[in-house]
């Protein structure tokens, strides 16, 4: 065979013919067709059968790469790892074919070929053929950087999960993008005229039966970090998640895992939507409400209303210790007086907060509910981000009336100044001007009082525009009547008041209209959120927003930005370039002018973390380690994981890190994260790293031996009594190196390698880090992983001893 080769035509050929021998077979391509993928199964079949390692990454640049390509790929079974890279409007095109085979022989196979009949039989192609034996530096490369790639922390595992996901996508943008799909269907159809698909009917979701409804990638995310949070011993938790991602599935999905259930709102209308999604996931549980009208109390799941379980009577008609597991819906609401008798009345093994927006106006502190303990949290900007909800288009309009004439109550403007200064500026021609400008199909407007929306909507029924108020004291249309017509088109726009903003879902909303001031970051938010579930034929959501110069107009928009860069002078004008792919922002030069006077303001929780550090630093002359910031610092170091991921994120964010340490942490963020959030049920896996790091800073990522380790960690662990008794048994008090060599390759080895995200293996008795580079870069790397290890073994054990060291 010639060493290195042009192939022009019949790639699958020399692919087929080069799978059979090989025992490592790495494919990335930047699209994949499902008759790309028929042609393939069967020889990559064969090699698995044989024990070969497979590993498959393609694209989703313009959603090119067909769900049947995935689905086609995923039924090779769990020993082929397939993943999927997100390219979120950046460029993807790599086409590559890599297959080692025994005594280093390989050949790697790169080009213009992507996964698809067409480029691997008939297409015009150009692809070459290098063997490794010819270029080993070249071949290792391209083996390295397909690693990289096939494990850097925008790609996703192609699961059930995710092709759902995926497929939803897909189906939008080609809706929106018809030209690209036919285009595709034209490449894949020359020569050799494969059947073109029917486009796919797009029907409403329905119910599904007991045993189909899996958790959706975000409550599966959430989902591990509870168990994670659980294993590690903590009894309370809260997720932050954003609206229309799930948390009422989510806590049907962890509900599972108890016996009885106490399901807490503050509105009926989430306490029946709980119950179906309970009874969905669950049907062989009895559910049962207790409300002001029902008082159900033998059910495996009850859904209560707060303002019921507030009186003593209905509480202790309950046991504290009558359910397992306690979820408090909407937990922003949770410092409230009633939630705190609650809460300490019961006696739940585990409760969970759930809220999508846990920053409170009063600044009371809900996360102190939890301990602290933020499980998992994403944001709706990171959602949209990973296409799980909808990218928005947001113009920012000028409002000129000038609301500092107009008196502040505390928590809201003064009703009728604000009403008459709406009609003085002729409110109602620019709203209207904005909203056919920039509108979309159906719209939920956000007013301030029901005089502006009846107000409005007899502004725009006079224009012809069918529109309705619902508030209050509505008449006429039921809310439901309301959201139906709004649904089926019937209706063009819905004025609100207070109405919708928790607990009601239209995901065909794909405008929103806000023609009152931000009182509430919470309520803004909130508000957002019904406009960006994921819809078939919705593309965006368009977001028209009044801004003048109330009170929180500038911290509005901190919202949308994706940056967390500490920059006191930096302008509204800098979001435009941090937005998510697909989302736009554009703002009235005037509202820029505007918002560029007013003062910046910031998240409390991040601002308190911010003003400890520089409170140690200043104290201690020095950047403060992690564990000198748990120490020593008036904040809750746990915060920062949760805030930042990792510490080193934390220093980013200060601007505490120089151009150098800036440019490793982009490129190991994903290392330092995992280290930091790695499941500690013991000490173990610390404890070996521990070791690791001990071997200095040039060597401590090298493989390791379990026998090599085995001294060390036994020294650690019985250096202190606590530790001993906490982490050792009885039988590894007195050392023995077999035993505990033992111990070390079954336990943190092994589970840590299983749970890794590419960062770790255990393979042929050695355990190894996966982070090669120079030596420049490994001494930073050893300084910061050093830090995390010493931080989590402390807290490990400070929390097992406060815990009195029984759990173990």
């Given at each position: 065979?010639?060493?290195?080769?042009?192939?022009?035509?019949?790639?699958?050929?020399?692919?087929?013919?080069?799978?059979?021998?090989?025992?490592?077979?790495?494919?990335?391509?930047?699209?994949?067709?499902?008759?790309?993928?028929?042609?393939?199964?069967?020889?990559?079949?064969?090699?698995?059968?044989?024990?070969?390692?497979?590993?498959?990454?393609?694209?989703?640049?313009?959603?090119?790469?067909?769900?049947?390509?995935?689905?086609?790929?995923?039924?090779?079974?769990?020993?082929?790892?397939?993943?999927?890279?997100?390219?979120?409007?950046?460029?993807?095109?790599?086409?590559?074919?890599?297959?080692?085979?025994?005594?280093?022989?390989?050949?790697?196979?790169?080009?213009?070929?992507?996964?698809?009949?067409?480029?691997?039989?008939?297409?015009?192609?150009?692809?070459?053929?290098?063997?490794?034996?010819?270029?080993?530096?070249?071949?290792?490369?391209?083996?390295?950087?397909?690693?990289?790639?096939?494990?850097?922390?925008?790609?996703?595992?192609?699961?059930?999960?995710?092709?759902?996901?995926?497929?939803?996508?897909?189906?939008i943008f080609h809706i929106e993008h018809p030209q690209t799909a036919d285009m595709w269907r034209e490449l894949e159809s020359v020569n050799h005229h494969a059947p073109v698909q029917e486009p796919t009917t797009l029907v409403a979701e329905t119910p599904a039966v007991y045993g189909t409804i899996l958790p959706r990638p975000a409550q599966s995310e959430a989902l591990a970090e509870l168990m994670r949070t659980r294993e590690e011993g903590y009894d309370k938790a809260m997720v932050v998640m954003a609206t229309g991602l799930g948390k009422t599935y989510l806590s049907a999905f962890l509900a599972q895992h108890f016996s009885r259930v106490l399901f807490v709102a503050h509105r009926e209308e989430i306490l029946h939507q709980a119950r179906r999604s309970f009874q969905e996931v669950m049907p062989e549980r009895s559910v049962g409400l207790y409300?002001?009208?029902?008082?159900?109390?033998?059910?495996?799941?009850?859904?209560?209303?707060?303002?019921?379980?507030?009186?003593?009577?209905?509480?202790?008609?309950?046991?504290?210790?009558?359910?397992?597991?306690?979820?408090?819906?909407?937990?922003?609401?949770?410092?409230?007086?009633?939630?705190?008798?609650?809460?300490?009345?019961?006696?739940?093994?585990?409760?969970?907060?759930?809220?999508?927006?846990?920053?409170?106006?009063?600044?009371?502190?809900?996360?102190?509910?939890?301990?602290?303990?933020?499980?998992?949290?994403?944001?709706?900007?990171?959602?949209?981000?990973?296409?799980?909800?909808?990218?928005?288009?947001?113009?920012?309009?000028?409002?000129?009336?000038?609301?500092?004439?107009?008196?502040?109550?505390?928590?809201?403007?003064?009703?009728?100044?604000?009403?008459?200064?709406?009609?003085?500026?002729?409110?109602?021609?620019?709203?209207?001007?904005?909203?056919?400008?920039?509108?979309?199909?159906?719209?939920?407007?956000?007013?301030?009082?029901?005089?502006?929306?009846?107000?409005?909507?007899?502004?725009?029924?006079?224009?012809?525009?069918?529109?309705?108020?619902?508030?209050?004291?509505?008449?006429?249309?039921?809310?439901?009547?309301?959201?139906?017509?709004?649904?089926?088109?019937?209706?063009?726009?819905?004025?609100?008041?207070?109405?919708?903003?928790?607990?009601?879902?239209?995901?065909?909303?794909?405008?929103?209209?806000?023609?009152?001031?931000?009182?509430?970051?919470?309520?803004?938010?909130?508000?957002?959120?019904?406009?960006?579930?994921?819809?078939?034929?919705?593309?965006?959501?368009?977001?028209?927003?009044?801004?003048?110069?109330?009170?929180?107009?500038?911290?509005?928009?901190?919202?949308?930005?994706?940056?967390?860069?500490?920059?006191?002078?930096?302008?509204?004008?800098?979001?435009?370039?941090?937005?998510?792919?697909?989302?736009?922002?554009?703002?009235?030069?005037?509202?820029?002018?505007l918002l560029q006077e007013m003062a910046q303001k910031r998240l409390p929780r991040r601002e308190s973390l911010r003003s400890a550090y520089i409170a140690l630093k200043m104290e201690m002359g020095r950047r403060p380690t992690y564990l000198d910031f748990h120490l020593n610092g008036y904040a809750d170091s746990q915060a920062i994981r949760q805030e930042f991921h990792s510490y080193t994120g934390f220093l980013s964010w200060l601007d505490e890190l120089t151009e150098t340490e800036l440019d490793i942490y982009t490129q190991y963020s994903a290392w330092l994260q995992e280290v930091e959030k790695t499941t500690m049920t013991r000490s173990y896996k610390m404890v070996l790293l521990s070791y690791l790091l001990s071997r200095g800073d040039s060597g401590w990522s090298e493989p390791v031996a379990p026998d090599q380790a085995a001294h060390y960690?036994?020294?650690?662990?019985?250096?202190?009594?606590?530790?001993?008794?906490?982490?050792?048994?009885?039988?590894?008090?007195?050392?023995?190196?077999?035993?505990?060599?033992?111990?070390?390759?079954?336990?943190?080895?092994?589970?840590?390698?299983?749970?890794?995200?590419?960062?770790?293996?255990?393979?042929?008795?050695?355990?190894?880090?996966?982070?090669?580079?120079?030596?420049?870069?490994?001494?930073?790397?050893?300084?910061?992983?050093?830090?995390?290890?010493?931080?989590?073994?402390?807290?490990?054990?400070?929390?097992?001893?406060?815990?009195?060291?029984?759990?173990?």
């Amino acid at each position: 065979m010639n060493e290195v080769r042009l192939i022009t035509e019949d790639l699958l050929d020399e692919l087929v013919d080069a799978m059979s021998a090989a025992t490592s077979i790495c494919l990335i391509v930047s699209f994949a067709a499902g008759s790309g993928v028929s042609l393939v199964v069967a020889p990559l079949h064969q090699a698995i059968l044989r024990g070969a390692e497979i590993k498959i990454l393609v694209g989703d640049y313009l959603y090119i790469t067909e769900p049947e390509a995935l689905e086609g790929l995923l039924q090779l079974g769990p020993d082929a790892e397939i993943r999927l890279w997100q390219s979120r409007g950046r460029s993807f095109h790599p086409k590559a074919y890599l297959l080692h085979s025994e005594d280093d022989e390989g050949i790697l196979f790169v080009g213009s070929s992507n996964l698809s009949r067409s480029a691997l039989i008939h297409g015009v192609e150009w692809n070459l053929a290098v063997a490794a034996r010819v270029a080993p530096l070249t071949f290792a490369t391209a083996r390295q950087k397909f690693m990289e790639s096939f494990y850097d922390p925008c790609t996703l595992p192609v699961t059930p999960e995710t092709i759902t996901r995926y497929r939803e996508l897909y189906k939008i943008f080609h809706i929106e993008h018809p030209q690209t799909a036919d285009m595709w269907r034209e490449l894949e159809s020359v020569n050799h005229h494969a059947p073109v698909q029917e486009p796919t009917t797009l029907v409403a979701e329905t119910p599904a039966v007991y045993g189909t409804i899996l958790p959706r990638p975000a409550q599966s995310e959430a989902l591990a970090e509870l168990m994670r949070t659980r294993e590690e011993g903590y009894d309370k938790a809260m997720v932050v998640m954003a609206t229309g991602l799930g948390k009422t599935y989510l806590s049907a999905f962890l509900a599972q895992h108890f016996s009885r259930v106490l399901f807490v709102a503050h509105r009926e209308e989430i306490l029946h939507q709980a119950r179906r999604s309970f009874q969905e996931v669950m049907p062989e549980r009895s559910v049962g409400l207790y409300n002001g009208h029902t008082k159900s109390m033998a059910t495996d799941t009850v859904f209560a209303s707060i303002f019921t379980l507030a009186m003593k009577r209905h509480r202790e008609a309950f046991q504290p210790g009558d359910f397992d597991l306690i979820i408090i819906d909407e937990f922003h609401h949770a410092a409230a007086r009633s939630y705190r008798k609650l809460l300490d009345f019961f006696q739940p093994m585990f409760l969970l907060g759930i809220t999508a927006t846990p920053e409170r106006a009063d600044g009371q502190d809900i996360f102190g509910l939890c301990d602290g303990n933020v499980a998992y949290q994403i944001r709706f900007i990171e959602a949209i981000e990973r296409g799980w909800l909808a990218p928005f288009h947001y113009y920012g309009v000028y409002d000129d009336i000038d609301y500092k004439a107009i008196s502040w109550l505390g928590s809201q403007y003064d009703e009728e100044e604000l009403y008459a200064a709406q009609v003085q500026f002729d409110m109602g021609d620019r709203v209207l001007e904005a909203w056919r400008r920039y509108r979309g199909t159906r719209t939920l407007a956000f007013c301030s009082s029901i005089r502006q929306s009846e107000y409005l909507t007899h502004k725009f029924v006079d224009h012809g525009i069918r529109a309705t108020s619902l508030h209050s004291r509505s008449v006429g249309l039921s809310r439901q009547e309301a959201i139906d017509r709004l649904s089926e088109g019937a209706l063009d726009v819905i004025f609100t008041v207070d109405l919708f903003n928790e607990g009601v879902d239209i995901p065909t909303v794909d405008t929103l209209l806000f023609v009152r001031p931000t009182e509430s970051l919470t309520v803004f938010i909130q508000q957002i959120g019904r406009g960006l579930r994921l819809h078939p034929g919705k593309g965006h959501c368009t977001i028209i927003d009044l801004i003048g110069n109330y009170r929180n107009a500038d911290i509005k928009l901190r919202v949308f930005d994706t940056r967390v860069k500490n920059d006191e002078r930096r302008q509204p004008s800098f979001i435009q370039n941090a937005l998510p792919s697909g989302c736009l922002m554009e703002l009235d030069p005037r509202v820029v002018h505007l918002l560029q006077e007013m003062a910046q303001k910031r998240l409390p929780r991040r601002e308190s973390l911010r003003s400890a550090y520089i409170a140690l630093k200043m104290e201690m002359g020095r950047r403060p380690t992690y564990l000198d910031f748990h120490l020593n610092g008036y904040a809750d170091s746990q915060a920062i994981r949760q805030e930042f991921h990792s510490y080193t994120g934390f220093l980013s964010w200060l601007d505490e890190l120089t151009e150098t340490e800036l440019d490793i942490y982009t490129q190991y963020s994903a290392w330092l994260q995992e280290v930091e959030k790695t499941t500690m049920t013991r000490s173990y896996k610390m404890v070996l790293l521990s070791y690791l790091l001990s071997r200095g800073d040039s060597g401590w990522s090298e493989p390791v031996a379990p026998d090599q380790a085995a001294h060390y960690f036994h020294d650690y662990l019985s250096a202190k009594e606590y530790r001993k008794k906490i982490d050792l048994t009885d039988d590894l008090w007195v050392y023995n190196e077999g035993r505990m060599a033992s111990l070390i390759a079954r336990m943190p080895m092994s589970k840590w390698a299983g749970s890794s995200k590419g960062w770790v293996e255990f393979e042929d008795g050695q355990f190894r880090i996966r982070i090669h580079d120079e030596p420049s870069v490994l001494k930073v790397l050893h300084e910061w992983t050093q830090q995390i290890c010493d931080y989590r073994l402390h807290t490990y054990f400070e929390r097992k001893q406060r815990r009195g060291g029984s759990e173990t």
